[in-house]
DNA sequence: AAACCGGGGTT
DNA sequence: AACCCAGGTTT
């Protein structure tokens, strides 16, 4: 590529910045690293419109770390149901209590300190010292790799390992050294309100004649895309125990998708057998189920809700459930499929 | 390096 | 149905 665009690539976005981006959100401009932290952890892999109310609602709740960090968890998880990437929401309860007690409440204000937080990468780490420390980090999201790759027509994949420090590196020469904090927040807001992925607006764009894909009409072919695995099966099936007054779970564990939300007893296989089940469960005394789907990115659920009303709970006693009156489920965090079960059952 | 981790909007 | 979103951690 010349260096004359690559001078130029910057000036240009910063111009386009000052007299024409008008994009808004709750967390532009703040300088409070809790917040803009906040904001950082709920948008990974996280549409803005989506993680807006959470961040408000975040914000709200726990104004400060120390708040955050002395608050029930089970109503954090509770207000972060829905968001998805449930990690997330551990990682950034870890930090809070960890800046809390460990940090004196103050935010780490240097890159390698930021990166070593629980839930902070080098995206995360990059957007948090450059929007509220002013160091000069170049924040590489999707939106980052998509400009640049269709403005240098970069053939390298983020995908791999050479591809994703050639980009991490123009990226890195790109950014102005004395606004960085407002040319990352230019150049994610060009690819979010100009170069987007599907029909971009090349004719609003403060680059369309240094953009080398344009230039060869080639925007399409950038940037170059992950190849995408089909989705992977998972049959659960869910035993609902419950008394008149009570409903009996299981908090998920292990590496697995939920984790640390509640479902009921699982049995994860194709065919539900005799022997999977509890003893006192007999196949035949099993209702048809409740069958209810969700498709994520990666895996296909399918849930077979099975109840199973009881008159005592005494033959619960080796599964180990947690047991909750079905008047304080609404202070339990669950993923959707489970909230979508109890939607469709009123009644119990 | 590759696998894994949700949920949803847009086209 | 495909794409992809202000990515990060674990194996």
Not at 42 to 62: H, M, N, P
Not at 152 to 169: P, R, W
């Amino acid at each position: 590529m010349k260096n004359a665009d690559l001078s130029a690539f910057s000036s240009l976005l910063m111009a386009w910045n000052r007299n024409f981006n008008r994009r808004a959100m709750p967390w532009k401009g703040i300088k409070d690293p809790y917040k803009i932290w906040m904001s950082e952890i709920i948008l990974q892999q996280t549409r803005v419109d989506q993680g807006e109310k959470y961040y408000t609602d975040f914000i709200a709740s726990y104004p400060t770390i120390s708040q955050l960090a002395n608050a029930n968890e089970e109503d954090v998880f509770r207000k972060w149901q829905g968001l998805g990437y449930y990690n997330r929401c551990r990682n950034m309860i870890v930090t809070a209590k960890f800046i809390h007690t460990e940090n004196d409440a103050i935010f780490p204000d240097d890159y390698d300190s930021i990166l070593a937080l629980k839930g902070v990468g080098e995206y995360t780490a990059a957007a948090i010292s450059s929007f509220a420390f002013n160091l000069p980090y170049a924040v590489v999201d999707g939106n980052v790799v998509r400009v640049l790759s269709r403005v240098f027509s970069l053939h390298a994949s983020y995908f791999d390992a050479t591809g994703k420090k050639a980009i991490q590196a123009l990226a890195q020469t790109l950014i102005d050294k004395k606004e960085p904090g407002k040319y990352n927040q230019a150049i994610m807001d060009l690819g979010a309100t100009i170069c987007k992925p599907q029909q971009p607006d090349c004719s609003s764009c403060p680059l369309t004649l240094i953009c080398q894909a344009r230039l060869t009409d080639s925007i399409a072919s950038f940037p170059i895309k992950k190849e995408r695995k089909p989705l992977k099966e998972r049959p659960f099936h869910f035993l609902v125990f419950h008394t008149t007054s009570t409903i009996y779970l299981t908090k998920r564990s292990g590496n697995d998708i939920w984790k640390d939300l509640h479902t009921f007893y699982c049995i994860e296989t194709e065919k539900l057998t005799q022997k999977l089940l509890p003893d006192f469960i007999n196949t035949r005394e099993l209702n048809k189920p409740l069958v209810l789907t969700q498709i994520l990115s990666h895996q296909k659920i399918t849930g077979y809700f099975y109840l199973i009303p009881l008159q005592t709970a005494t033959s619960l006693k080796s599964l180990n459930l947690i047991s909750v009156k079905k008047t304080a489920i609404n202070k339990i965090a669950f993923p959707k499929l489970i909230l979508s079960f109890f939607e469709n059952n009123q009644y119990l």
